[in-house]
């Protein structure tokens, strides 16, 4: 299977107003590896990077500097190396309203992947496309596929954005927020499908997010970004529960938890539920 | 029989309790439509059934008659002819006007719009030049220049002063879908850089192309019309604008020969109005929120009305 290696990636926007120049440092220094079968999720604020992370993984933009490796050789840049990295390397975007082409067919958008890869030809690609569908959790049959996006709802759209980043039959998968733009209702669907689909096919996967809960519950290891930054990367669980760094605190503690509802409290208090041993102390936060 | 209406009225009465939203943006489609069709229609097979309409004859300004519908010109042609033959004429100077400038503001505007890069700077330059010449003095300087002006004279000068707004549109319409997600998407499943132009993009442009292009079908009509009346148009082709040139000249209005020259002022005012009507229509497809629009100002009015009594 195939190891991405990201070495000092580095992306600085020229940004011009006026006559004025000014830098904008997206990304600095960030080195990271996905390996098969492991999920590493990126973690931050808005604007802290981590979308350009996956626009440098893509190659939508070119990194300032640094090192993109596949398998330790440097990846292709253009024409048939480009076509082959792309073969291993694919994305979900976060909003799958906007990343299927409101004029196409569902049918569209899953054919000419498999198509362009190679993975079917014109004879075969139908059956493959409602596999695809299949193994997403979609209806696989003719009238699905001849449907517009607009007719789909938004956890219906992310599968079938998932479906089509599958086409190719990459080995590394990046995923920038999920499942961000979806109704909290299919979330959990939607995440679960990603994890089935990484151990069936043994993926390397980047998991982008700013929810550090499904962070920890869906990777190995965590990577916290602060303004271009990556300021702590280690093991989901360690991370979470023993933070280094006091921005990871910060977030950790921006979590909402409904244990620390002061009603929330008294009535379980009532009803006699047991408390774990760290919330049982806040009732004298009153 | 009587079930039978009974079913057909049934069905009416349930399309119209959900339909009516929808038709009302509608009218203006068909009726625009219908406009436009009857006056291509008429353009088309009229001049076959018409006299000839250069044939002269000795009774000259006569007024509407059995013999000459519309009655004749002051050397006795026939105006019925020539409307119909000048319909044709401005019609087609018309269409070859905007398909060279629906091509001409495609190229500038998508190519540039996607490519980017400094070939979006000289392409945006040209555009701009171009928008600002002004027009109709060109088109008198280079039709008083040339001694033949045919048809694909005039529609060349007209197309190449007519394309620079709607590619700025365009232009600005690509920047906005290049960056879409379903563009990113399309270049990740590797996708050629032309074939996301024309599969991806060109479909999304669509409804702004047809706007522009019936925007330039009016202008170019209208132009032509201009230039012809100022004795500088398409020598040997029958248009509007000749007819009301050779109208000007032969004194129609002093006369009171009004069958000479209402009827293609008629038709050039009346075409305009129909291909309008299409573009507002076009426009409310691409703006869903202005399909509400009229009935929200009326809904308005009859609220202030109700207030002020």
Redesign the interface.
């Given at each position: 299977m195939t190891t991405l290696t990201a070495t000092d990636l580095s992306k600085t926007y020229l940004l011009r107003s006026g006559l004025r120049f000014s830098r904008l440092q997206a990304v600095q220094e960030v080195s990271f590896e996905l390996s098969p079968g492991r999920t590493l999720a990126l973690v931050g604020q808005s604007g802290s990077g981590k979308s350009t992370i996956a626009k440098l993984l893509?190659q939508?933009e070119r990194p300032t500097s640094g090192t993109l490796l596949l398998d330790g050789a440097p990846i292709g840049r253009r024409g048939r190396a480009?076509?082959d990295y792309?073969?291993e390397v694919?994305?979900v975007?976060?909003?799958p309203f906007?990343?299927?082409?409101?004029?196409?067919s569902i049918g569209h958008h899953l054919l000419?992947?498999l198509l362009?890869?190679g993975r079917a030809t014109a004879r075969t690609a139908p059956g493959a496309a409602k596999e695809l569908l299949e193994r997403v959790n979609l209806p696989a049959d003719d009238a699905f596929m001849e449907r517009r996006p607009h007719e789909l709802s938004g956890g219906q759209r992310q599968r079938v954005?998932i479906a089509?980043a599958l086409?190719?039959g990459p080995s590394v998968l990046v995923a920038d927020e999920p499942v961000s733009m979806l109704d909290v209702s299919v979330r959990l669907g939607v995440l679960n499908l990603l994890a089935r689909l990484q151990q069936e096919e043994d993926l390397a996967m980047l998991y982008i997010t700013h929810d550090l809960a499904t962070a920890r519950h869906f990777s190995d290891e965590i990577m916290v970004m602060l303004r271009g930054r990556v300021i702590e990367h280690g093991p989901a669980d360690e991370v979470i529960l023993s933070p280094r760094e006091e921005f990871t605190r910060r977030l950790l503690a921006a979590a909402p938890e409904p244990a620390t509802n002061q009603r929330f409290l008294a009535e379980a208090q009532r009803r006699g539920v047991p408390m774990p041993d760290h919330l049982a102390h806040q009732e004298d936060l009153g | 029989m009587t079930t039978i209406t009974e079913e057909s009225a049934q069905i009416d009465e349930t399309e119209k309790t959900t339909a009516p939203r929808r038709r009302r943006p509608a009218t203006t489609l068909v009726v625009g439509l219908g406009i436009v069709v009857a006056i291509v229609l008429f353009g088309l097979v009229a001049p076959f059934f018409t006299q000839d309409p250069l044939a002269v004859s000795n009774d000259g300004m006569q007024g509407p008659s059995a013999a000459h519908l519309l009655g004749t010109t002051q050397t006795g042609q026939d105006v019925l002819a020539q409307l119909a033959h000048a319909t044709r004429g401005s019609l087609m100077v018309g269409v070859i006007v905007a398909v060279l400038a629906l091509l001409l503001s495609a190229f500038f505007g998508i190519l540039g719009g996607y490519l980017g890069g400094w070939l979006d700077e000289v392409f945006s330059l040209f555009t701009n030049v171009v928008l600002i010449l002004p027009g109709l003095p060109l088109m008198i300087v280079i039709g008083s220049y040339v001694e033949q002006r045919g048809l694909l004279l005039i529609a060349f000068v007209l197309a190449i002063t007519s394309w620079a707004a709607s590619a700025r549109v365009l232009r600005s319409q690509t920047l906005s879908i290049r960056s879409?997600?379903?563009v990113?998407?399309?270049?990740?499943?590797?996708?050629k850089p032309w074939r996301i132009i024309s599969?991806?993009i060109l479909?999304?442009l669509l409804p702004v192309m047809s706007s522009g292009f019936v925007f330039a079908l009016i202008t170019a009509i209208l132009g032509e019309a201009g230039l012809s009346f100022i004795g500088l148009g398409v020598v040997g082709t029958q248009t509007w604008g000749s007819m009301l040139f050779y109208a000007q000249n032969g004194q129609a209005l002093t006369l009171g020969g009004w069958w000479w020259f209402v009827p293609p002022g008629f038709m050039i005012a009346v075409l305009g109005g129909g291909l309008s009507l299409i573009n507002f229509s076009i426009d409310a497809i691409i703006n869903p929120r202005l399909r509400n629009a009229p009935a929200n100002v009326r809904r308005v009015q009859k609220a202030e009305k109700e207030a002020g009594a």
């Amino acid at each position: 299977m195939t190891t991405l290696t990201a070495t000092d990636l580095s992306k600085t926007y020229l940004l011009r107003s006026g006559l004025r120049f000014s830098r904008l440092q997206a990304v600095q220094e960030v080195s990271f590896e996905l390996s098969p079968g492991r999920t590493l999720a990126l973690v931050g604020q808005s604007g802290s990077g981590k979308s350009t992370i996956a626009k440098l993984l893509m190659q939508l933009e070119r990194p300032t500097s640094g090192t993109l490796l596949l398998d330790g050789a440097p990846i292709g840049r253009r024409g048939r190396a480009l076509a082959d990295y792309r073969h291993e390397v694919q994305m979900v975007f976060q909003d799958p309203f906007a990343s299927l082409n409101p004029y196409h067919s569902i049918g569209h958008h899953l054919l000419r992947p498999l198509l362009l890869h190679g993975r079917a030809t014109a004879r075969t690609a139908p059956g493959a496309a409602k596999e695809l569908l299949e193994r997403v959790n979609l209806p696989a049959d003719d009238a699905f596929m001849e449907r517009r996006p607009h007719e789909l709802s938004g956890g219906q759209r992310q599968r079938v954005a998932i479906a089509r980043a599958l086409a190719p039959g990459p080995s590394v998968l990046v995923a920038d927020e999920p499942v961000s733009m979806l109704d909290v209702s299919v979330r959990l669907g939607v995440l679960n499908l990603l994890a089935r689909l990484q151990q069936e096919e043994d993926l390397a996967m980047l998991y982008i997010t700013h929810d550090l809960a499904t962070a920890r519950h869906f990777s190995d290891e965590i990577m916290v970004m602060l303004r271009g930054r990556v300021i702590e990367h280690g093991p989901a669980d360690e991370v979470i529960l023993s933070p280094r760094e006091e921005f990871t605190r910060r977030l950790l503690a921006a979590a909402p938890e409904p244990a620390t509802n002061q009603r929330f409290l008294a009535e379980a208090q009532r009803r006699g539920v047991p408390m774990p041993d760290h919330l049982a102390h806040q009732e004298d936060l009153g | 029989m009587t079930t039978i209406t009974e079913e057909s009225a049934q069905i009416d009465e349930t399309e119209k309790t959900t339909a009516p939203r929808r038709r009302r943006p509608a009218t203006t489609l068909v009726v625009g439509l219908g406009i436009v069709v009857a006056i291509v229609l008429f353009g088309l097979v009229a001049p076959f059934f018409t006299q000839d309409p250069l044939a002269v004859s000795n009774d000259g300004m006569q007024g509407p008659s059995a013999a000459h519908l519309l009655g004749t010109t002051q050397t006795g042609q026939d105006v019925l002819a020539q409307l119909a033959h000048a319909t044709r004429g401005s019609l087609m100077v018309g269409v070859i006007v905007a398909v060279l400038a629906l091509l001409l503001s495609a190229f500038f505007g998508i190519l540039g719009g996607y490519l980017g890069g400094w070939l979006d700077e000289v392409f945006s330059l040209f555009t701009n030049v171009v928008l600002i010449l002004p027009g109709l003095p060109l088109m008198i300087v280079i039709g008083s220049y040339v001694e033949q002006r045919g048809l694909l004279l005039i529609a060349f000068v007209l197309a190449i002063t007519s394309w620079a707004a709607s590619a700025r549109v365009l232009r600005s319409q690509t920047l906005s879908i290049r960056s879409r997600d379903y563009v990113h998407a399309a270049r990740i499943a590797g996708e050629k850089p032309w074939r996301i132009i024309s599969v991806e993009i060109l479909p999304n442009l669509l409804p702004v192309m047809s706007s522009g292009f019936v925007f330039a079908l009016i202008t170019a009509i209208l132009g032509e019309a201009g230039l012809s009346f100022i004795g500088l148009g398409v020598v040997g082709t029958q248009t509007w604008g000749s007819m009301l040139f050779y109208a000007q000249n032969g004194q129609a209005l002093t006369l009171g020969g009004w069958w000479w020259f209402v009827p293609p002022g008629f038709m050039i005012a009346v075409l305009g109005g129909g291909l309008s009507l299409i573009n507002f229509s076009i426009d409310a497809i691409i703006n869903p929120r202005l399909r509400n629009a009229p009935a929200n100002v009326r809904r308005v009015q009859k609220a202030e009305k109700e207030a002020g009594a």
